[in-house]
């Protein structure tokens, strides 16, 4: 720019040579963003100059003019030259113009015209885009090629007119009356401009259309805002005309007079979900974009609406799913999950600017331009939940979470190229189940953000009170007793007691295991077959005192196989070196018992004991032992009842059970406890029961209650 002689360049911008000045504006256009070359420019004379190439010129020279006269508009100058003669002539390229680069200039100085208005002394108050209506009214093309050239495949042109598009629309909101702004934007979206711009946000050429992109989505929330704003005023006529058309919808036989259908049905409002006979206040929350909604989901599915109340009506009064209210609150969900009262620019730009590509992409809520079909999906969901939970009105609330959490789910985590029909889908196909399952981890992350401290101090107390309980179940087990096969290897599974008169050179096939009451001794005895009935405690003549058991070990797998039900049959576990052969099958039911598992029981003996001496000498106290020897053996069918025995019988001996079984169960366990604790109900009720806490009157010493509270979850 230093240079460049501005005395000598305004005047080649009134040379008679076609080169010279289409040159001279090529120059001016890189030079013009400077502030202190534009002041002397207009001090030189160049603007009317400019204004007249503007009018006249055309091919690349009416280009570089263009955007010569735009930068020096961005900059706040030069607004003297702009009369009503300029902008019908910019107007008139935009339509007519077929030059690309001519019409990104005219879409540039028009945006300026728009964002940065211009007032006159004669015409004071003018502003924006009533500056271009005059001109626009004469060009009733105007607004379609402008939508029309969003999709342009010059992305600078698509940047430009979408650019214009947002100047125009945040004018009329901010400018125009409220009768007039609503029409405009009316008119834009008949024209298409939501699935242009949803298609670019999901398009490739997003990064580089992200600023009018992003723009036009922060107005997207400045349009939803004013909607809720708005409140409902049966005063108003398209307020009236709205409320009006609902019943009217509603109403399968459609009398000509709206207003003699209106008198044949009392209770008109409550029919459709209203609370009340006036529904106007209803409104107050939503404002008009709840009406807007709701006529929405009516007029675009009457017959499926009529349908809908005709199958509601057939309902108790205390079953029928409130449809108005249901609409109203899915607006709510929508505009919360949204964040429509933030501002998102400066966030957005950060995105962009900064932040890594999947951050960009976050940057962009293409699913926000769907607002409508949103609220109709998320509508037909609510009323889906209702029905398969079987809702009643108190479960109001109870809905409405479920469905904030389907919409936080689904359209949250729905990526940017994401089509809207596929998100409707999945909002319509949702497993309910699955989404009892999201609630109750939303749930438990909540507390945990909250009252993490007190909330793992709960937890722990209940995996105690699982373990606790767990422990005495596999106890019982042990008590009330179980067969287990033999093996071939009578001398060294059957352990070192053994009665005389089972002293024989073949084994007996199954062994039957029982703990004693007092829970000090372990009671077995050998059979030649499966009894139909559980042998009596007395007739298990051989026992081992619990008092001399040193250690209990296994061969058990710590992971469970594919299934844990009792009736399974453990998988053929490889046999250790001093396993001993498989087990001895002596009839058909024994087919099952072919497995290696093993649980081997230790302990210390007297060194005087024989190993043919009788069960009572075990009682001696283990100070006099010397060697651990093995003192039982059992072999489980199944992986639940190894689980059961080899856990008993550490837990019985005060230590920890080592079972993938036994974990899950005593995590299950936990889990529930802190479940039922969370939301007081039962863990078996399926149904949808808020987390409501009691009061610790009426509870008794010995019952456990912890409050954590629930304000302001």
Not at 530 to 535: A, K, L, M, Q
């Amino acid at each position: 720019m230093d240079n460049i002689n501005v005395s000598e360049l305004v005047e080649r911008l009134s040379s008679d040579e076609e080169s010279v000045r289409k040159m001279a504006v090529f120059k001016l256009q890189s030079a013009i963003g400077d502030p202190s070359f534009a002041d002397v420019f207009i001090y030189e004379g160049g603007l009317p100059k400019l204004r007249f190439l503007a009018l006249h010129s055309t091919g690349n020279t009416l280009a570089y003019c263009l955007t010569s006269l735009s930068r020096l508009l961005e900059l706040d100058k030069g607004w003297e030259g702009v009369s009503d003669e300029l902008i019908g002539r910019v107007v008139e390229l935009v339509v007519a113009q077929p030059l690309v680069n001519v019409n990104r200039g005219a879409m540039s100085v028009l945006a300026a015209i728009v964002s940065h208005p211009h007032r006159r002394d004669s015409q004071p108050g003018i502003t924006g885009f009533q500056r271009l209506k005059p001109a626009v009214d004469l060009h009733p093309q105007f607004l379609p090629m402008l939508v029309e050239k969003i999709t342009s495949a010059d992305h600078a042109l698509c940047a430009n007119s979408l650019q214009l598009i947002n100047s125009l629309m945040r004018d009329a909101v901010a400018n125009d009356e409220d009768t007039e702004w609503p029409k405009f934007i009316k008119q834009l979206q008949e024209l298409g401009v939501i699935k242009s711009v949803y298609g670019l946000m999901q398009s490739s050429a997003v990064q580089d259309l992200a600023h009018p992109l992003l723009e036009f989505q922060s107005l997207t929330k400045v349009l939803l805002r004013k909607w809720r704003e708005e409140k409902v005023d049966l005063e108003k006529p398209d307020h009236r005309r709205a409320i009006r058309g609902l019943h009217v919808a509603s109403d399968p036989s459609k009398p000509a007079d709206p207003k003699k259908s209106q008198k044949s049905h009392p209770e008109k409002w409550r029919r459709l979900g209203f609370e009340t006979e006036s529904p106007a206040w209803e409104f107050d929350a939503t404002g008009f974009l709840g009406l807007m909604d709701l006529t929405d989901f009516v007029y675009k599915n009457e017959d499926g609406f009529q349908k809908l109340l005709l199958e509601q009506s057939a309902e108790p009064a205390e079953q029928r799913c409130p449809i108005a209210r249901a609409s109203l609150a899915v607006t709510s969900i929508l505009y919360e999950h949204f964040e429509v009262d933030k501002s998102d620019e400066s966030d957005s730009q950060r995105y962009v600017n900064h932040e890594s590509r999947s951050n960009f992409d976050r940057a962009f809520k293409p699913m926000l331009l769907h607002w409508s079909r949103l609220h109709t999906s998320g509508l037909n969901s609510f009323i889906r939940l209702w029905k398969a939970a079987g809702a009643e009105v108190e479960d109001f609330e109870k809905i409405e979470e479920l469905v904030r959490i389907l919409i936080e789910q689904v359209v949250g985590q729905a990526p940017r190229v994401r089509e809207i029909k596929d998100v409707e889908e999945e909002l319509a196909e949702f497993d309910c189940q699955r989404l009892r399952e999201l609630q109750m981890e939303l749930l438990e992350l909540t507390y945990e953000d909250a009252w993490g401290h007190h909330l793992r101090q709960v937890r722990d107390e209940l995996n105690h009170e699982a373990l606790q309980f767990v422990k005495e179940q596999r106890i019982r087990c042990l008590l009330q007793g179980a067969w287990f096969p033999q093996t071939m290897n009578y001398a060294t599974d059957a352990g070192p007691i053994t009665s005389k008169s089972l002293s024989r050179t073949i084994p007996s096939s199954w062994r039957y295991v029982r703990l004693s009451h007092n829970r000090r001794y372990l009671h077995y005895a050998d059979f030649d077959v499966r009894g139909d009935t559980e042998p009596r405690l007395d007739a298990l003549q051989e026992k081992i005192d619990l008092s001399i058991v040193s250690s209990v070990v296994s061969n058990v797998s710590a992971s469970a196989p594919s299934t844990s039900s009792s009736d399974s049959t453990l998988k053929t576990l490889p046999t250790a070196p001093n396993n001993g052969p498989h087990p001895h099958s002596l009839n058909s039911t024994s087919a099952t018992a072919s497995t290696s598992t093993k649980i081997t029981i230790h302990g210390y003996l007297p060194p005087d004991h024989p190993s043919t001496s009788h069960s009572r000498s075990h009682s001696r106290a283990r100070s006099t032992s010397t060697a651990e020897s093995i003192l039982l053996q059992l072999h489980p069918q199944s992986h639940t009842l190894a689980s059961e025995w080899l856990d008993g019988l550490l837990m019985l001996l005060n230590q920890q059970p080592i079972t993938a079984d036994t974990s899950k169960l005593v995590n299950l366990i936990g889990g529930y406890g802190l479940k039922i604790r969370l939301l007081n109900v039962r863990y078996e009720d399926v149904g949808l029961e808020e987390p409501v806490l009691p009061s610790r009157e009426g509870l008794a010493d010995e019952e456990y209650f912890y409050d954590i509270g629930v304000e302001g979850v």
